[in-house]
Structure formats: structure tokens, C-alpha cells
């Protein structure tokens, strides 16, 4: 983790640990520094310590050891509520028994705020996520979308810096999510506030994200900008669970200038980009992205070291094909390509070649 | 598919019409449902329905009076109350057949109970005069036997009142008889008798006939015994006096017994007229009381107030209605002084229910079934047992007392009374529905999620402003049907006040008990308990409205 302790840090994490029942650590030695105006996102499976990080920043857990900075300030000792942080719980977590105008004034009412003031500043966190005409309505007359907005708008109408999201998205169907992870992207950037969002739904992490912090295991296994993240990925877990992946298992027979030789399970050797393998004779698994295997030879570059395959399966999915090969001895080797006027469609029980980069080929670490 | 296009009624794919098609689909589903909740209802309907209809209907019934002296409540109605004079000969003369009548059926004493609620002394004027009430007319009684001893043979008196055999008869005195005596014990008189008055008698002597009648119906019916082996009663031949002093025509009249009557006529035109008012008077001055006679004229209507004007203190005469004198006034202090302790039972368990439901509702569930074990242990235990051990624990020998005085804070020679007094009741009461306010609560409280009070805070509301602003609004509808269930409980509680209550600490269940099983005044036991039941249909319509009952949530 490169980036730990940087002056210019807003938030920061330095050497923070957390166990809940004192034998197991649920979060194991994180440090993370966030930069002001950053949308940064915690992607994991559950269980990988996301939401105790978040809910530690939020003050609802302490650390068990390490120190929290926000700005510069150990906020270690701080109750949640002196922390000026915003946030949007999976729930939404609106007060049932308070219409949506009261749920926004409740954090400017406990600020002692002046009610002329108060108005407007809901008024304008309402325009804001477009839901100027609801002022007076309980949240459970609002549907799962206006909630939202709803919830969002109670996080920011009181200015703060830094706003915390878990999984706020959760609840809405596929079309909403979308729509509202454009919205909270956009309303986030405009608003020049740090973000810290968590979510276990990669598509979302990666599209709103400036930067994303993948857990696994109580640590950070790569935080990098979504495209670094799904391209070079520096583990075979983010590999994993970012995106598509095809993966192939074998031994380093050959290490040279960034790059190696892989013997495979079935005896082929291919070559590919040594990113997580230190030393010939180690075991490793190679990572190949579906959309980056070709199989006509056409568009493949000359010289390019090929091997066998086998067809198991074609699924047709409108824009792309998705095809299930045999590869060395691995029958979950998938391929997607484009639905392209002059493209092949494999059947079932064909041989074929494939064939890739180098550079697109990632030799990591055998989990 | 030709449905759409056809007119008429829809019919189902055999050609019944869809309505009646669909209707005898769901019937069996409703029979079903009936005959599941049937059990429930109809247990309900007699266990439940049944004996508050029955209170209902106590609290203001007031048939004995006019059932049992049917001549007399109804010469009264000519009295005038506030005249200052006891009523006339004739009310006396009514009243001595009814007594007579109540005497034999020994319903009189019962009449007296009833009146004696109004007017003290009534009961055992009844009582007395109901043992003497057949001397009265003992003379011209003695003279008429001394005259002929036929007037004792119990088959001349019924040969004289059946007019020998194959005379014509007439059946209506006998039921008029009947009806007397089913309206006065409500006992069914239904069955041959074996007496019919003779037609020629019936005319002759109405009065005699009718009094024999009764006598007839009762020996029969009630003593079992039969009509003609038996002397009739004095009434009888009072009657038979009065009217052949009255001056009965006996000159047409040839059946049987005609000497003996004649004879008797004669005889009693010498004697001198039974005074029923002086006969009574000697039996008990009393009866010359004005008090008595408006008692009864006021209360001779079958349906009466009175129960419930008792119940509030008030009384009836016939001014109308008027406060109780200040000695007697109870029954508001007692409503007020049990609102007062109810509510003040409700406001000492929420107190100390809504900490402990809080916290049951935040632990982790297996200490929380734990800790709700020792919520409910005290409904395992007998209420008469955790009653008596507050006994033990507050009574001025008691634990506490004890205690204190070890510890030097109270001294020995003034140990405190927490015992049979408000503070007793107070306390057992509260102990013992403290469960159920404390369970309502909790299952509120459990669906409150804490992230609430996560985000209350996380918005900038210190610990005790996001309790009160987020937490506790949810938490009321717990509160409410806590509440509720705690008041309603403890406004009618009996036992705990009866037992730790004192004098100073019962409830009006209490005064309720007392005249269900001691003073056996019904009446107005059934309407102090249907002012109870109306006192909390008031105050759950009240809660209603201020809070609403949708509010209310049991889980």
C-alpha cells in the first residue's frame, strides 16, 4: 500500500485493526489514505471487514488498534456525532415517524440552526435530488428510489465534508440503480465532497468510482482506479472477483525482463506478464480476460503462440457471444466476442485455436 | 371463445351462471371458517356475553317488589307520598294478602333484604310480620269456627268451593291463582290440581274463591299434598268474612254449604270489621312509618336507578334524587381513589418497564430470552404467593423494616407503615403487572432497527436528543398497549388490594367482592361493575382519540 500517510491525506487510516471478539481480526493492519474530493469505493465479499472499516470512520465501532485521521485530527475519541460526517445507511434508515421535510431538518435542528435558515437549506437539498414536491409526505409513501434520494439529500443538507454511503443501493432494481449511481456520482463531484462508498457489487464500484479498495480478508488486496484494477490486476483474488476471468494453472519455468514462461498443467508452455511470481519453479495461475482471446487467425498477430481448445458450449447474448471452452484440462475457460457482422459462431464439440497477448496474460499468485 | 361476445349472465363451463357457480365455491370455505371459530364463540358467548348482559340487567331490575306485593303496589299508586299521612285502609288490607301470600311461599323475607338496601330496618319488619301476619282476623277466625266446626273440615271447605259433584265449573279463578303465584316465585304451576271452583261459588264469593285457588295451586304444587285432605289457610276464610259482611246475596243460593253460610252471615253482622292497618301496626309500629311506605311506593316500579344512583352516592325519594348523607357517601371515593391508583400503577411500570424492555430488545437474542425468563418467572408463581411475600417484606416487623433499623436509618420505635395502605398496594400491584407492560414494550421495541439511532447520531444528535427524537416516537405505540393492558388490569385488580390493601389502599373491586358475597346486594354490585365497564370503554374510547389505537402495537 503505497499510498499510506500522505500529507495531503483527508481521511487516513494508519495501522488500524479491528477484532470484535478478541481472538479473530476482522480488519487486519489497514492503512488507507483518502484525498479531499475523492470517490473512493470499498469493494469485498461480505465478511471481508468493508462495512467495519466504514462504520469505524462513521464512529460506530472503535478500533482495536491504530488511529483514524480525518483531516488531519486523530478522531479516534470522537462520538459520531461531533464527527460532522454524512451518511447513507443500506436502509435508508429515515425516521418512519417524521414527514421527509422534518427527517431533512432534523440534523439542522440539532445544530441549533435558525428556521428560516433551516428552510431554505431543505429546500435546497430537495431541488437538488429533484424531489422539491415531497416535503410533506411520510417516507414509507415514497418508493424505494425517492427513498433514496431522500436519504441522500438528509446526508448532505448539513454541508458535510466527507459523506459515508453502505451499499445504498442495495434495495432498487437493476434500471434504478443505474440510473441512481449516475446521480449520487455526478451530485458527489459537483458537491466537491469526499466519498467513501461501500458495496459488494463490482459494476457499481467501477463505474462510480475514482478509486476502488477491493477487501478480502480483513485487508486491502489493490486499491487503484477502476480501469488499473480490471486490467492489471496484482492478485489472482482481485482477478477473481473483478469482472470475468479465466484462469490456468501451472509452474514459472522461466523468468525474463518482466516476463515469464508458464508451463501449464497438460505440458504447454505459454508466455505471459510476470506480475505476482518471483522465482522459477513456483507455482502460479495465469489470468486471461475473456474479451481478450481471439480464435480467428485473422485478427490474431502473427507469431502469436497458440493452443488448443475445445467447444463445450455457445450461449447467443444479443451484443456478445460467451463461449465455454476446454483449455489444458480446465473446463470454465469462457470466451466473449462481439457480435460483429463478419464473426464465427462456434458450435459445440469443434476444435479450435486460441490465442493471446502476452501482455494480457497475468501470471499471479497460486491461491 | 364466444364469452366475451354473449350476453346475459357469464356461466361457468357447465352452464350454471358464474355467480352462483363462485358463491357455492366459497360457502364451504365460510362454513368451514364458522366451524372453526364456532367452539371460541359460543364459549365466549355463554361465558363471556352472557353474564355481562346478565349484570347489565341486574343493575337496574327491581321486579321483586311488584311481584311480590302485586295487590299492594298497586293501591298504592293512589297514596300520596308527601302527605305526611301513612296510607289508608285499603293499601293495609292489599298488603295483608300479599304478605300472607309471600308468608306461606317464604318470599317475603327475601323482599325485605331487597328493601332493606333503601331503608334500614325493612328486613326485619318483614321478617316479623311475616310470623304473625296469620293472627291477623283471628277473632271473627275463632268466631266462625266456635259458630260450626264445618269451617275446620278441611272436605266442607272443598265441597263448598267445588260445588259438589256434577255442579258447573269455572276454570278462570284457577288460573288467575296460577299467574299469582308464578309472578310472585317465578316457579312453573303447570299440571292438573284437582280442585276446580264450582261456577254458582265463583260468583257468589269471588274473593274466598280466589284466595282458595291459591291455596289449592300451592298445596299442591309446592307442599305436594292433596286440595281436599287440607285445611285451607286463614286468608281463605278471612276472605270468606269479608265478603259475607259485605253483605254477600246468599238468598238464591242452594248448593252446598248453604246453611253454614247463612248461618255464618248472621253471625257476623255482629262482629265487629277486621282493622288490617291496626293489626298490622300491632304486629310493628313500623308500618306506620311514612319512611317504609315511600320506600316501597318508590321502589315499586320493576325497573329502577336506584342501584346506580347508590353506586354514585346519590339516593331516590320520592323528591327525587338526592345527594347520601356525608357518613354514607363511599362509592365516588372509591372510583376516584382506584383511577387515581391505576394510573398511578400504569406510570410506576413504565417507569420501570421501558429501561428494562430496552435493553432486552438491544442484548443478543440468547441473553435476551434469558433475561425475558426472569421477566416472566413471576408468572409462574402463584399471584396469592407474591402477594403474601410483599406481606412478608413490607409489614413493620418485615424484611425492610428490618434492614432499615439494622442500618440505623430508621429507628426501632418508628418503623414505617408501608403496609395495608395506598403505598402496599402500590407497590405488590406494580410487581405484579410489571410483565405486562414490560412485553408489550419489548416487542416494539425489537422492531425498532438501530440503525435509527445510528443515523440520529450520525446526523449530529447527541445520544440523549436522538432517544428522544427518533427512538422514543417509535416507542410509544409499546407504551400504549403496555399501557392500556396495566390500567385495564389494574382497575378492576382484587386479590393484591384485598390481601396488602388495608383500608386506605382497596380498590373498588374490593367494595364490589363485598356485595357479591356478604351483603348479597347484587344490584348494586352489578352496577358498580357496569359503571367500571363503562368507566374503561370511556377511557379506551378517550385513549382512541388523543393517541389513536392504530398506534397501539403488540409486536
Known amino acids: 500500500m503505497t499510498d499510506s500517510q500522505s500529507s495531503d491525506a483527508f481521511v487516513a487510516f494508519d495501522r488500524v485493526q479491528k477484532s470484535y471478539d478478541g481472538e479473530t481480526l476482522v480488519v487486519k493492519d489497514l492503512n488507507l489514505s483518502i484525498p479531499k474530493g475523492e470517490f473512493l469505493t470499498m469493494l469485498g465479499p461480505s465478511g471481508s471487514g468493508k462495512t467495519t472499516c466504514l462504520m469505524m470512520l462513521a464512529g460506530f465501532e472503535t478500533a482495536t488498534h491504530g488511529k483514524i485521521l480525518l483531516d488531519g485530527v486523530s478522531i479516534n475519541n470522537i462520538p459520531p456525532h461531533k464527527r460532522g460526517i454524512g451518511m447513507v445507511f443500506q436502509n435508508y434508515a429515515l425516521f418512519p415517524h417524521m414527514t421527509v421535510a422534518e427527517n431533512l431538518s432534523f440534523p439542522l435542528e440539532v445544530r441549533k440552526i435558525g428556521k428560516s435558515d433551516r428552510e431554505a437549506k431543505v429546500k435546497r437539498a430537495l431541488d437538488m435530488v429533484q424531489m422539491g414536491n415531497f416535503g410533506g409526505r411520510r417516507p414509507a409513501q415514497l418508493s424505494g428510489g425517492q427513498q433514496q434520494r431522500i436519504a441522500l439529500a438528509r446526508a448532505l443538507v448539513f454541508e458535510p465534508e466527507l459523506v459515508l454511503m453502505d451499499e445504498p443501493l442495495g434495495a432498487l432494481d437493476k ?63 482481485v482477478a477473481q472477483f473483478i469482472g470475468e476471468n479465466n484462469t490456468l494453472s501451472g509452474v514459472v519455468k522461466k523468468m525474463s525482463d518482466g516476463f515469464c514462461q508458464v508451463e501449464l498443467d497438460d505440458g504447454e508452455v505459454i508466455d505471459c506478464k510476470a506480475v505476482n511470481v518471483s522465482e522459477v519453479g513456483e507455482r502460479t495461475q495465469v489470468s486471461i480476460r475473456p474479451e481478450r482471446v481471439e480464435y480467428d487467425k485473422s485478427r490474431l498477430k502473427s507469431g502469436t503462440h497458440t493452443i488448443k481448445a475445445e467447444v463445450l458450449e455457445f450461449v447467443y447474448m444479443g451484443d456478445i457471444f460467451r463461449t465455454k471452452l476446454r483449455v489444458a484440462g480446465n473446463d470454465d475457460f469462457v470466451i466473449k466476442t462481439r457480435n460483429a457482422p463478419d464473426q464465427r459462431r462456434l458450435k459445440p464439440g469443434e476444435t479450435i485455436e486460441i490465442g493471446w497477448l502476452p501482455e494480457d496474460c497475468r501470471a499471479l499468485d497460486a491461491r | 371463445m364466444s364469452d366475451t361476445t354473449q350476453s346475459g349472465p357469464v356461466l361457468a363451463a357447465d352452464g350454471t351462471p358464474l355467480k352462483k357457480s363462485l358463491q357455492k365455491a366459497l360457502r364451504a370455505q365460510k362454513l368451514r371458517a364458522l366451524a372453526l371459530v364456532a367452539p371460541l364463540l359460543i364459549f365466549v358467548l355463554v361465558t363471556f356475553i352472557a353474564p355481562i348482559a346478565d349484570m347489565l340487567f341486574r343493575s337496574v331490575e327491581n321486579q321483586i317488589v311488584s311481584r311480590t306485593l302485586q295487590n299492594t303496589v298497586v293501591a298504592l299508586e293512589d297514596w300520596d307520598a308527601e302527605g305526611g299521612e ?33 331503608q334500614t330496618g325493612v328486613s326485619s319488619l318483614f321478617r316479623g310480620t311475616g310470623r304473625g301476619v ?34 258447573a265449573k269455572d276454570g278462570s279463578q284457577l288460573s288467575a291463582a296460577r299467574e299469582r303465584l308464578s309472578t310472585l316465585t317465578t316457579d312453573s304451576y303447570r299440571g292438573n290440581v284437582g280442585f276446580e271452583p264450582g261456577a254458582e261459588i265463583s260468583a257468589l264469593l269471588p274473593r274466598t274463591v280466589s284466595e282458595y285457588a291459591t291455596f289449592a295451586v300451592y298445596t299442591v304444587f309446592v307442599e305436594e299434598d292433596v286440595v281436599a285432605e287440607e285445611e285451607p289457610w286463614e286468608a281463605v276464610k278471612v276472605a270468606l268474612i269479608e ?34 292497618k291496626a293489626a298490622f301496626l300491632k304486629e310493628d309500629k313500623d308500618w306506620g312509618s311514612i319512611p317504609v311506605w315511600q320506600t316501597i311506593k318508590t321502589y315499586s316500579p320493576p325497573f329502577t336507578s336506584g342501584y346506580f344512583l347508590n353506586a354514585v352516592d346519590l339516593q331516590k325519594t320520592v323528591d327525587g334524587v338526592e345527594a347520601r348523607p356525608e357518613t354514607q357517601q363511599i362509592y365516588i371515593m372509591l372510583f376516584q381513589r382506584t383511577l387515581f391508583m391505576s394510573l398511578v400503577i400504569m406510570g410506576s411500570c413504565i417507569l420501570l418497564g421501558y429501561p428494562i424492555a430496552w435493553i432486552l430488545a438491544n442484548l443478543p437474542v440468547r441473553t435476551a430470552n434469558l433475561l425475558l425468563i426472569l421477566v416472566l418467572l413471576p408468572f409462574w408463581t402463584s399471584l396469592l404467593v407474591r402477594t403474601s411475600a410483599w406481606k412478608v417484606m413490607l409489614q413493620q416487623q418485615g424484611v425492610i423494616n428490618d434492614v432499615l433499623v439494622w442500618l440505623g436509618m430508621v429507628a426501632d420505635e418508628s418503623r414505617l407503615v408501608m403496609i395495608n395502605n395506598q403505598f402496599g398496594t402500590i407497590v405488590a400491584m406494580t410487581h405484579i403487572l410489571l410483565p405486562f407492560m414490560i412485553l408489550p414494550m419489548y416487542s416494539v421495541m425489537q422492531t425498532i432497527p438501530p440503525t435509527y439511532l445510528r443515523a440520529a447520531k450520525s446526523l449530529g444528535a447527541t445520544n440523549w436528543t436522538a432517544f428522544w427524537r427518533v427512538y422514543f416516537p417509535q416507542s410509544v405505540p409499546g407504551i400504549g398497549a403496555g399501557s392500556i393492558l396495566v390500567f385495564i388490569l389494574a382497575i378492576g385488580y382484587y386479590i393484591t388490594p384485598e390481601i396488602v390493601g388495608g383500608t386506605t389502599g382497596t380498590f373498588i373491586s374490593n367494595r364490589i367482592a363485598y356485595h357479591i358475597s356478604s351483603s348479597l346486594n347484587w344490584g348494586l354490585a352489578a352496577a358498580l361493575g357496569s359503571i367500571l365497564l363503562a368507566a374503561v370503554l370511556i377511557l379506551y374510547w378517550a385513549y382512541d382519540k388523543i393517541v389513536g389505537i392504530d398506534n397501539v402495537k403488540l409486536g
Open chain 2, 243 to 276: 265478603e259475607l259482611k259485605a253483605g254477600a246475596d246468599l238468598s238464591g243460593y242452594s248448593g252446598p254449604g248453604a246453611e253454614e253460610l247463612r248461618a255464618a252471615q248472621e253471625m257476623l253482622a255482629d262482629q265487629p270489621d277486621i282493622d288490617y
Open chain 2, 134 to 167: 296469620d293472627d291477623i282476623g283471628e277473632d271473627q277466625i275463632d268466631a266462625l269456627e266456635d259458630l260450626n266446626e264445618a269451617w275446620e273440615e278441611e272436605s266442607f271447605w272443598y265441597e263448598l268451593m267445588t260445588g259438589g259433584d256434577g255442579a
Open chain 1, 175 to 237: 434500471q434504478l440503480r443505474e440510473h441512481m449511481q449516475f446521480e449520487i456520482t455526478n451530485l458527489a463531484h459537483d458537491l466537491g465532497i469526499t466519498t467513501v462508498y461501500v458495496t459488494h457489487d463490482q459494476t457499481e464500484a467501477l463505474t462510480m468510482s475514482d478509486r476502488v479498495a477491493v477487501f478480502d480478508d480483513g485487508r486491502i488486496q489493490q486499491i487503484d482506479a477502476p480501469d488499473t484494477l480490471y486490467e492489471s490486476p496484482t492478485n489472482s483474488f
Open chain 2, 86 to 118: 301513612a296510607p289508608g285502609e285499603a293499601v293495609y288490607e292489599a298488603l295483608y294478602w300479599d304478605m300472607f301470600l309471600a308468608a306461606e311461599a317464604k318470599e317475603h323475607t327475601r323482599l325485605g333484604t331487597r328493601l332493606n338496601y333503601e
